[in-house]
């Protein structure tokens, strides 16, 4: 069984940054696919960010050029490190996992995710 459990969430301003990880253990071949989705209220979830066997990555278009998804080398640590942040980037983010994806398949929700952590919730303000 998998375990994700997120931190590093909080509140800051417009431009801001803000730094969140993804703790994860169990098989390690049951999440060698890493993802973050957020949800804001009254909004569907969606991916933010995917790494694949610690190498591929992908991101949805909103976020590219100020997040950076990346892990640590012994792929129990998932980081997003989120810049320029902007009041429309306020939501809960959640770290998901899965054996195996293609990172913009993960995204796109082509592939589901198997596991799932409980969020961490990031708001900006303007």
């Known amino acids: 069984q998998v375990q994700l459990v997120e931190s590093g969430g909080g509140s800051v301003q417009a431009g801001g940054s803000l730094r969140l990880s993804c703790a994860a253990s169990?098989?390690?071949?049951?999440?060698?696919?890493m993802g973050w989705f957020r949800q804001a209220p009254g909004k569907e979830r969606e991916g933010v960010a995917a790494?694949?066997?610690?190498?591929?990555?992908a991101y949805t278009d909103s976020v590219k050029g100020r997040f950076t998804i990346s892990q640590d080398s012994s792929e129990t640590t998932v980081y997003l490190q989120m810049n320029s942040l902007k009041p429309e980037d306020s939501a809960v983010y959640y770290c998901?996992?899965?054996?195996?994806?293609?990172?913009?398949?993960?995204?796109?929700?082509?592939?589901?995710?198997?596991?799932w952590g409980k969020g961490t919730l990031v708001t900006i303000s303007s």
């Open positions: 998901a996992a899965r054996s195996w994806c293609t990172p913009e398949g993960a995204i796109t929700g082509t592939y589901t995710m198997n596991y």
């Open positions: 169990g098989h390690i071949y049951s999440r060698k696919c």
């Open positions: 790494i694949y066997d610690g190498t591929n990555i």
